[in-house]
């Protein structure tokens, strides 16, 4: 695969510099092979499930030792871009599945056909497998993946005597518009979508009413449309979001969420764990699916995390051989729970931890059949026409600063535009 520079101008100019300066990567010493983990993983109990992993390995296998490496979500596309014009890409790399197109197109990332066991190939459904397939290859392992769900304040549910949905009998979007008036009184916001990152939740929640935005010519090529099945979650969100709550992350609705302003708030199945955390003593609160589409469709676009090797890596085989231990279903699900996600492997989601009740850990492995690859994964270009596109035309909207014309318009036009300097 050929590769494809990503850098320009000064940042160029840097990393030449910075390959130029690197020294030679590293070798087997003494015999033992050192292979470069990063992880992204941050929570407490996740980065300690992580490393706990990663000393088993090497307290097992001391010819292939494993260095962990403490990485970040913020600004990781960057850092990794560097550190392959660098020369100096970590061996196996954690991220996002929505993160690696451009790495992949551009031959940074190993195309794992032919070198993982037929164990963990089997063990993750083919849709997972879709999300880190780029071309013909494939160039990461989908581990663990999030849906969306809807904590809701049961006390306030209980009072407006709306129906309590469940995986089996999920609300349609126009009952969860019905139940978001049913709940604003009194003071209380009925719904709390925190919109300061718009982009992933409307896409992936509108895979329920068949909307994808992306399409994919006989070419190959990408177009962007905002027809009637893609606009309809957009309109649900923009009448029952309370606009207080536009600007917001996630973590940021919570003090109202418990203080009673809110009475659902939209959220990743991951925070439950800082509801957990921060709930007041005796705040009642439970996990709701989210709305399905016609026929009771509950399909969520996702972006699993996902653990790569990097093409420059001289260990290939030895990597994987510690992903397949990393991600035997008992450590899968290990991982899961210090993450408090779900894993993509059939094996770990049987896992007990995974199906109590309590903090909806059942509700959250109800959904894991119904997670498809988000639309844009495959979408070259896709981060650049998220920032500069997406993000503030859906935030206009939902604030009321534009209407549906003006958001298709902006989608369709200024988006066709950024994608296409990515497919000439």
Request: charged fraction near 25%; hydrophobic fraction near 40%.
């Amino acid at each position: 695969m050929r590769r494809r520079t990503l850098l320009t101008g000064a940042s160029a100019a840097s990393a030449a510099l910075l390959s130029g300066c690197a020294p030679a990567r590293r070798r087997a010493r003494g015999g033992e092979v050192v292979l470069r983990f990063q992880s992204l993983a941050w929570q407490k109990e996740s980065v300690e499930a992580n490393k706990r992993l990663v000393a088993e390995w090497n307290a097992a296998h001391p010819g292939i030792r494993v260095d962990y490496v403490q990485g970040s979500w913020d600004g990781v596309h960057d850092q990794l871009l560097t550190s392959f014009e660098g020369g100096e890409a970590p061996d196996i790399i954690h991220d996002a599945a929505d993160d690696l197109a451009d790495f992949a197109y551009g031959g940074y990332l190993a195309d794992l056909r032919g070198l993982l066991p037929d164990r963990l190939t089997a063990d993750i459904p083919a849709h997972s497998w879709a999300t880190t397939t780029f071309g013909d290859g494939v160039h990461g392992v989908p581990f663990l993946q999030e849906p969306r769900v809807i904590i809701a304040n049961r006390k306030l549910l209980e009072r407006a005597r709306v129906r309590i949905p469940t995986v089996r009998d999920p609300w349609s979007w126009a009952e969860f518009e019905d139940a978001a008036r049913a709940l604003t009184r009194d003071g209380t916001y009925g719904v709390a979508w925190p919109l300061k990152e718009p982009v992933a939740a409307t896409l992936g929640l509108a895979l329920s009413t068949g909307g994808r935005i992306f399409h994919r010519g006989a070419d190959g090529k990408v177009t962007v449309r905002f027809d009637a099945a893609d606009q309809r979650v957009p309109r649900a969100i923009a009448r029952t979001a309370a606009k207080s709550t536009l600007g917001m992350g996630g973590s940021d609705t919570l003090p109202g969420f418990f203080g009673g302003k809110y009475a659902m708030v939209p959220l990743g199945f991951s925070y439950r764990q800082q509801i957990v955390q921060q709930a007041p003593e005796g705040f009642a609160w439970t996990v709701l699916p989210a709305p399905a589409g016609p026929g009771g469709d509950q399909r969520q676009g996702v972006s699993p995390q996902t653990l790569s090797i990097a093409e420059d890596s001289p260990y290939r085989r030895e990597a994987v051989r510690f992903l397949d231990f990393f991600l035997r279903p008992r450590n899968m699900a290990r991982l899961a729970l210090g993450d408090w996600m779900l894993p993509t492997g059939t094996g770990a989601l049987r896992d007990r931890a995974l199906r109590t009740p309590e903090h909806g850990w059942a509700t959250g492995t109800a959904l894991a059949g119904q997670l498809r690859p988000a639309p844009a994964l495959s979408v070259r270009g896709y981060p650049e026409w998220k920032d500069k596109v997406a993000t503030p035309a859906l935030q206009e909207y939902y604030s009321g600063a534009i209407g549906r014309e003006s958001l298709r318009k902006r989608l369709i036009k200024d988006g066709g535009l950024v994608l296409a300097r990515y497919q000439r």
